[in-house]
Structures are given as C-alpha cells and as structure tokens.
C-alpha cells in the first residue's frame, strides 16, 4: 500500500502517520508537510515521530512540501512524478480554529485545500481508498439532547457553532460528490481530547478549554449534558483498523457514543485540581456568560454577578486576573465551547463497532486523570487568542 497523507504534523495524523509506519502492509507513506525548504520538511516529519521515541524509516516515510492554501497545489502534486503510485489518500488536514479572525482561512483551507487534494487525487491511476476525515460536529446545533446517527448528516440546513464545522461539512460534501463510493471512507471523530497513554499528549487542543474552565470555576453550562469525547490513541487506532476492514458502510462516528460519554460534571469532577485554595465549580445558566464577559470591564453596575451567592468567584478571580483583560479573553473564547457542552449531543458508534474490534473507548472521566497533571503546561492566553 502506498499512502498519501496531509496533517501528519498535527495532533490526530501525527499519531495516525506514526501508527501506519509499523504497518507491514504500508510501503511507502507520503506526508505533505508545511515547510520552506525540503530540510525543513524533513526535520519537521522527524519531531512528529521523535516526540514519543518511535523509528523514523526515512525510506518509507517521505515528506511532500506543500500548502493546502496554495490554488496550485493539485497541479504541483500533480508533477511528483512518485506520487503516481500512491493507491490510498488520508486527508486529515484542517483549519481547525473557532477564532473569528480566522474564517476565511479555515475556509480556503478545509473547503480549497480539500478541492486541491480531491482534483489530485482524481488523477491517481491506482486509487483504492480515500479517507475523509471529518468531524461528527457537522451535525449543527439543530440535533440536540439526543444519540446522533451518520445518517442524520450532513444537512445544509443545519445551523452550526462555529465556522469551522461549516466548511468541514462542505469538505465532506465535496468529497462525497467526487470520489466513488466504493472507494470512500469517510471518518467522523467527535471530540478528541487527550491520550489514555502515560505521556504528553501531542496537543493541547480541548484540553486548554478544560485548563480554562478549571480556571474560571464558574460555568455557565449544564453540569449533566453528556460530552462526547475520545482519546487520541484510540482515534487514530479506530481509522487505521477501518482502513483495514471489511466494511459495511462509507461513513462511520468514531466515538464514545451513549455508552461511554461523560457528563460535563464527570469530567470536571476528575480534573479538578481545587487543592490550592480555588472555589468549587459552579454551574450558572447559559445566559450569565454573557455578564462574565462584561465583568472584568466593570460595566455590569446591576449585574446578577453581584449577588452574595457569586461574592467569591468575583474575589477569586480579582486575585487570579488582578484586573488584566486576560479574564474577559478567557470567557469569550470558551463561549463557543459552552456551546458546544449545551447541545447534549453523543454519536452513535454502533456501526464501528460491528465492523471492528475495537471496542468502546473508555469515558473521558476515567482516562482524563493521566492529562490532567499537564493542564499547568498549557498557555491559557494563547489558547484564547487562537481556540
Ligand atoms: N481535535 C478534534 O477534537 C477533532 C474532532 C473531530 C475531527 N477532527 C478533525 O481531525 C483532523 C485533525 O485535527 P487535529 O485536531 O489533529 O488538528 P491539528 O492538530 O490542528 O492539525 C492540523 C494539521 O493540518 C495541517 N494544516 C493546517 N493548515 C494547513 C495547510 N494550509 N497546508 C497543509 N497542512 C495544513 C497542520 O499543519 P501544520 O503543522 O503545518 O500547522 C496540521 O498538521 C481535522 O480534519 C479535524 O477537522 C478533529
């Protein structure tokens, strides 16, 4: 078999790149990569599978330089006359911001970049399997308190949280109108968050709204909605196993579904690190957030905020943000993400879980205490400024 696969630096594809090199069946795995030279390329590749010490074979793992935001790149890959081998292509790639600032680059790169890969790969004499990893946000906020099924998306009348899960909507959509069916997979993690492993994870990406909430303590969202989420190891072990399966559909979650979800007061309650004197998680309605918001700007003269019941939370954070706008930044950012908890949404996992054997993950609750020790490594600030 011989892989083409974008986003191999990132969090997901790195640990799906790293797992795809041990596979006896993968001769060649080609890794378009961001970089400006070749050297760069190459030094880039070999930190994804330095970080957690596994071999680099630099005869079968190959970068390819490129940018999924360059409107020549299909033409450019195109030209790599060695890539006409390649029989399977794993597009995982994605602007995967929330920050307003960044639409119109999540769009160019997850609805242009993923035409770019599509128009190349449909000059691939020898295409068996394209891989569309996706997202199961695509549902929108229409689908709410309920088991979700593939099936249920995607719907362009679909209202959707953020931009970003928009244009991975239309990516898929994109992907499904160009590639022939039996050559399809299309993949759809819920949230991933974490690895059940000892170790750093690769990326902090929704563990920084978890540092964040641990941060704030009050939380306007609802404490028993059911969080879908999943670790890291066992996303990149359930694509690789489809990859390899005898499948009975396209499309497939690649999630803790009804069985293993967690309640947001679950999770919390495993993550909390209250021992330095922090006040206790509270749980507020929706709407408060938008006066924590206006809090640190001192504009809220008759807010709820100054009931006694929240005279500790507004002292704490006093202390902790000593009047800076970092406060303000932090709860805006994770205003999507308070979204998102209020859905109450989980992903049904049946049809994974018939055509694999990999089994249900284990629920966020359990394995987030292995991270939770690397929540005073994330850079809260930074996270905000790009969630
Ligand atoms: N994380 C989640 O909770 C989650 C849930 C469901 C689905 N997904 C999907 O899983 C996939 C991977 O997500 P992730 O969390 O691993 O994201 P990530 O850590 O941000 O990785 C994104 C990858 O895409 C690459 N990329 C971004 N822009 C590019 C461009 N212009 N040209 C070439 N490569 C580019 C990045 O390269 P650089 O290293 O050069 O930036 C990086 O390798 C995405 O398709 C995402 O939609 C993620």
Redesign the pocket.
């Known amino acids: 078999m011989n892989v083409f696969i ?9 640990e799906l790149a790293v797992l795809l090199s041990k596979r006896p069946q993968i001769r060649r795995l080609y890794c ?3 970089a400006n030279d070749e050297q760069k390329a190459w030094s ?1 590749l070999q930190q994804v599978f330095q970080f957690h010490g596994d071999a680099f074979d630099t005869t079968k793992v190959i970068p390819v330089l ?4 360059d409107s020549s790149l299909a033409e450019k890959l195109y030209r790599l006359k060695d890539l006409g081998e390649v029989d399977t292509v794993i ?6 911001s929330f920050a307003p600032s960044s639409t119109e680059n999540v769009e ?3 609805i242009g ?1 993923t035409q770019q890969i599509l128009t190349w790969t449909q000059s691939l004499p020898n295409l068996e399997t394209f891989v569309y ?5 695509i549902c929108g906020t229409n689908l709410t308190h309920c088991n979700i099924l593939e099936d249920q998306s995607p719907s362009t009348s679909a209202a959707h949280v953020v931009r ?1 899960c928009y244009t ?1 909507m239309v990516g898929e959509m994109s992907v499904t109108h160009a590639i022939p069916r039996e050559k399809l997979l299309v993949v ?6 974490g690895d059940t492993r000892d170790w750093t994870p ?2 902090y ?2 563990l920084w709204a978890l540092a964040a909430v641990n941060t704030i303590r009050l939380i306007p969202s609802n404490p028993q909605a059911h969080l879908d989420i999943i670790p890291v190891d066992y996303t990149a072990e359930a694509i690789v196993e489809l990859l390899f399966a005898k499948r009975n559909w396209t499309t497939y979650h690649i999630s803790a579904g009804k069985q293993s979800s967690s309640t947001l007061e679950a999770i919390l309650r495993a993550a909390d690190d209250s021992a330095d004197g922090r006040p206790p998680f509270k749980y507020v309605r929706h709407e408060l957030l938008q006066q924590m918001k206006k809090w640190p700007k001192k504009l809220l003269p008759q807010s709820e905020l100054l009931n006694p019941e929240y005279a500790r939370y507004l002292d704490y954070w006093n202390t902790t943000f000593n009047g800076n706008g970092n406060l303000r930044m932090l709860v805006t950012a994770m205003g999507p993400y308070f979204r998102f908890m209020d859905l109450n949404q989980t992903f049904d996992n049946s049809r994974l879980l018939a055509d694999t054997s990999i089994g249900t993950p284990p629920p966020a609750h359990e394995y987030v205490k292995k991270t939770t020790r690397h929540l005073n490594k994330i850079d809260l600030t930074a996270g905000a400024l790009d969630p």
């Open positions: 974008t986003g191999s630096t990132g969090f997901l594809a790195g378009l990569v961001r880039r490129g940018d999924l935001a597009h995982a790639a994605a602007d995967t160019r790169i997850n970049g990893v996706g997202t199961a946000s970003y991975k759809r993690p819920s949230i991933i968050m690769r990326s990406v929704i």
